[in-house]
């Protein structure tokens, strides 16, 4: 763990990065809520689950094609 005075968040410009980073987030998931009629929560369950398929297809491709022949 960093020191808190040269940690990122204590620094102006890591600051001003997350205050941006977040404002932008938000409009995103404004944008696709207007966009597709959905709440935050179904917004977040697809994501989930959409993250949730792709890591299990890395899982089965690795467990193919690393298997020990």
Request: charge should be positive; charged fraction near 15%; proline fraction near 6%.
């Amino acid at each position: 763990m960093l020191p808190l005075p040269i940690a990122p968040h204590a620094q102006l410009r890591g600051q001003s990065n997350h205050l941006f980073v977040s404002i932008f987030a938000f409009v995103k998931l404004e944008k696709i809520k207007l966009a597709k009629n959905l709440t935050y929560f179904a917004i977040k369950a697809k994501i989930y689950m959409m993250a949730l398929k792709v890591a299990l297809s890395e899982l089965n491709f690795f467990k193919d094609n690393l298997s020990p022949a």
